[in-house]
């Protein structure tokens, strides 16, 4: 039987209840099963969110592609780009499913991003003029990726721990290839150096931006409060970007390299580090699609996405043939 046939006797109150007591004892929700419209909601706002973020993420080490230094880092840069495609597939199809009660499809979804309806990481706004900014990407941009997406294995909503689960375990060996890519150019010419020093000035704002602002506990109105009540994430914006800290801040000196920011230093009382805070407002513009590369990669997306509309056609019709 399933969970929405034995709660059909039960007032919404009396689901709602059966609901958080399922989710008290870490049982997983499926996507048949009953659920509160709030819950459903921050899933398909995260999970769409997530899926778009893996597909523009793509773009800035795309556009490195044709111009990586040696036929060895050209294919391990395209395989990195055609797995960050598939992750983003992979998740709007976890989406799809709960967009369904609302008739929606993945095509809204597509809709939604090219209006600007849609938001997706800040980093992806951002411009990746050199090699070291591919280098700085694939290893500091996915190293906070993975924090973020291993914080979510054990999420609530089984489809999308199932998902993380894959994804998780290929980002493993993004974060190998940016190691490589970072450690060969600190270890290679002056002039190497300097365009990775470069490179990290420039990420270092938008990746202490990447986990988003603080929230707001004393609310509980945040979307992070609502998704850690529902236990589908299980830390708080500010405690991954300490967590980013602590793991790469020691890497980043040992390489010899220069944090760009003075006043960053740990302090043992508080037990947490004391960095300069962004510019939230410009993160604000950034995620609105008011980046510097967000019309241009956004432009890219609809044009691919157009241009690919003749094989959408194609399976519908091979679907309503099947039928």
């Excluded at 689960?165 to 060996?173: A, G």
């Excluded at 009382?269 to 962004?278: A, R, V």
């Excluded at 950034?286 to 996405?305: C, M, T, V």
Aim: aromatic share 10%.
């Amino acid at each position: 039987m399933s969970d929405v046939t034995s709660l059909a006797h039960l007032t919404d109150e009396e689901k709602y209840e059966h609901f958080m007591r399922r989710i008290e004892n870490d049982e997983k929700i499926e996507a048949e099963d009953w659920m509160p419209d709030d819950y459903r909601e921050q899933l398909i706002k995260l999970i769409t969110m997530h899926g778009i973020s893996e597909i523009m993420g793509a773009f800035p080490e795309k556009e490195w592609v044709p111009k990586a230094p040696t036929l060895h880092r050209k294919l391990a840069i395209m395989a990195k780009v055609q797995d960050e495609m598939g992750h983003g597939q992979l998740l709007l199809r976890v989406a799809e499913d709960l967009l369904k009660p609302y008739g929606k499809t993945r095509e809204d979804i597509m809709q939604d991003l090219f209006s600007k309806r849609l938001k997706f990481h800040n980093v992806f706004h951002m411009p990746s003029p050199t090699w070291g900014d591919a280098a700085v990407i694939a290893w500091l941009v996915d190293g906070a990726a993975i924090l973020s997406q291993t914080m979510m294995l054990k999420t609530s909503y089984g489809p999308y721990g199932r998902a993380l689960k894959r994804i998780c375990q290929e980002e493993s060996f993004h974060s190998k290839h940016g190691e490589s890519l970072v450690l060969s150019l600190a270890e290679g010419t002056p002039e190497q150096r300097r365009m990775l020093q470069e490179a990290l000035n420039r990420w270092w704002e938008p990746l202490l931006m990447f986990f988003g602002p603080k929230s707001s506990k004393e609310t509980g109105h945040t979307n992070v409060d609502k998704n850690l009540k529902y236990k589908l994430r299980s830390k708080t914006n500010e405690e991954l970007r300490q967590e980013f800290l602590t793991k790469y801040v020691p890497k980043i000196k040992l390489l010899g390299l220069s944090v760009p920011d003075d006043t960053l230093h740990f302090d043992e009382e508080k037990g947490e580090w004391i960095y300069q805070e962004p510019d939230w407002q410009k993160f604000k513009e950034i995620i609105k699609g008011n980046g510097p590369k967000s019309d241009e990669r956004l432009a890219l997306r609809r044009s691919s996405y157009e241009n690919s509309q003749w094989v959408r056609d194609a399976l519908a019709e091979y679907r309503m043939a099947a039928v």
